[in-house]
């Protein structure tokens, strides 16, 4: 695997925990709305690489628990560092070979 597809592959990891997030926010916003049913992230990999998240409402029309969505919020944190390191160690390597190159 290159180096940038590394890169390219932590920065979907990172752009799908932020949409992630983005989803939990909004349930939490919304936990006092009458009718408002919770959205759901759901997560797929592609066989190319990197990994999408898609948000929809809940098909059971359920609504908002907080210890649920503290989970969530948790996970979306966990996911995006963990991409983040892989990202600076791509950066890294990157400017490794630069200056080996320069040499």
């Not at 990999?45 to 998240?53: D, K």
């Not at 963990?82 to 080996?100: C, K």
């Amino acid at each position: 695997m290159s180096i940038s597809a590394i890169t390219s592959n932590a920065l979907s990891g990172m752009q799908a925990h932020s949409r992630s997030l983005a989803a939990t926010a909004n349930n939490v916003a919304n936990v006092s709305t009458p009718g408002y049913a919770h959205l759901e992230t759901s997560f797929s990999s592609h066989t190319s690489g990197g990994v999408t998240a898609s948000v929809s409402p809940s098909a059971d029309g359920q609504n908002v628990d907080l210890a649920n969505e503290m989970l969530d919020r948790i996970n979306a944190e966990i996911g995006f560092k963990a991409n983040a390191v892989v990202f600076e160690t791509g950066a890294d390597m990157w400017d490794m070979l630069l200056t080996i190159k320069r040499d």
